[in-house]
């Protein structure tokens, strides 16, 4: 990954150590991860007073406001900028002295996907998280500290900037005429965007009661091998129609299930892509399809091994755009939130994404 240590001077309270042209926004979700969301924010809270740093607090009624928050926060640059390499964000430093707006997330990998949608202006945000959800797959795979004060010591301190890929879902719902005569509907995702099983997963632990109580006993991820080995069974394929980049499309039967993947893991730790890179600026494809039952659960139970790519039915892909048409509405997710069903769907990478851990 690209990344470059950021250097920090002296702020005007007393000894603390504050970076050039920075503004904190805390952005809190109270809900993630059975609300001990607080109680890691008044811990970080206590800190930031202690060593007298300047931030701004904004604890989120509901995930959902995360969006707008984030866009009047940084709407005021306007437009998303084309940025290839960290040397384009210090070259328009320099000419236009404006300060960046440093978002920190606590919060899950939903409130994270909030975060991302709602950015204005790539080149002038950055962003870093605090490991609060029960999830965490983003923070997992960024490799950000378990104690929340040994990431903000990072976070205010001793800085690693990373110019991270991020991807763009566009879809069509499902049987939903007042969405279709807008046309596809856009959103960002961080992680990983799939249709299918993993969607089906994610769409039915949203609903479930189990993680909450698992979380509560701290091994809420342990809610999506339930639901994984549950949705094997229960889950109708689909024959699809794979488009990647413009080679020939690729005829698919009975889909079990495509994600793409920016990071590694997704899930809940699952290695889909054991060798997904965030900063090569391609998407990595985990396609399965056409499996018995019996064998697919062989395969999930030696995805964490990660040697689900010994079957044959378990192909992975890289490129930057991918089209998946299914004959039959699958689920959508991003990040792990399922807005709708869809029999057309593009994933696209993009780069441009700054983070500081």
């Not at 309270?13 to 979700?29: L, S, V």
């Not at 984030?70 to 437009?79: F, K, Q």
């Not at 002295?97 to 080149?123: K, M, P, R, W, Y």
């Not at 499996?291 to 044959?312: C, D, G, I, T």
């Amino acid at each position: 990954m690209e990344k470059r240590i950021l250097q920090c001077e002296k702020g005007e309270a007393g000894n603390t150590m504050q970076c050039k042209q920075k503004r904190y926004h805390f952005i809190i979700n109270p809900a993630a991860s059975s609300g001990k969301a607080v109680h890691i924010w008044n811990k970080v809270e206590r800190i930031l007073k202690e060593e007298g740093i300047l931030y701004g607090a904004h604890i989120l009624q509901n995930p959902a406001e995360a969006e707008m928050l984030v866009r009047n926060l940084t709407g005021e640059y306007r437009e998303e900028s084309k940025i290839t390499s960290l040397h384009n964000i210090e070259e328009a430093a320099a000419a236009q002295e404006v300060q960046d707006c440093h978002l920190v997330v606590l919060g899950g990998d939903g409130t994270l996907n909030a975060v991302l949608n709602g950015i204005a202006s790539f080149e002038h945000t950055i962003l870093s998280c605090i490991r609060t959800g029960s999830g965490n797959d983003f923070a997992r795979n960024m490799g950000i500290h378990k104690d929340a004060e040994k990431a903000l010591h990072g976070i205010l301190h001793h800085t690693k900037e990373f110019l991270l890929d991020y991807g763009i879902a566009g879809y069509l719902p499902e049987h939903n005429p007042e969405e279709r005569k807008e046309g596809m509907q856009n959103k960002r995702f961080l992680i990983s965007s799939g249709a299918g099983y993993d969607a089906d997963i994610c769409e039915e632990v949203s609903r479930s009661r189990l993680k909450e109580w698992l979380n509560k006993i701290y091994i809420g991820k342990l809610v999506y091998v339930a639901i994984g080995v549950k949705q094997i069974f229960t889950k109708k394929t689909a024959d699809a129609v794979v488009y990647m980049d413009e080679k020939e499309p690729i005829p698919v039967s009975n889909l079990f299930f495509a994600v793409s993947m920016i990071h590694e893991r997704e899930g809940g730790g699952v290695p889909f892509c054991p060798d997904a890179d965030a900063t090569d600026g391609l998407l990595d494809i985990c396609l399965v399809r056409n499996m018995p039952k019996w064998k697919l659960l062989l395969a999930v139970a030696m995805v964490y091994a990660k040697k689900h790519v010994l079957f044959r039915n378990v192909t992975l892909y890289r490129c930057k755009k991918i089209i998946i048409q299914p004959q039959k509405p699958q689920w959508l997710h991003l990040d792990g939130e399922t807005p709708c069903k869809t029999e057309y769907v593009t994933m696209e990478c993009r780069k441009g994404l700054r983070f500081l851990m």
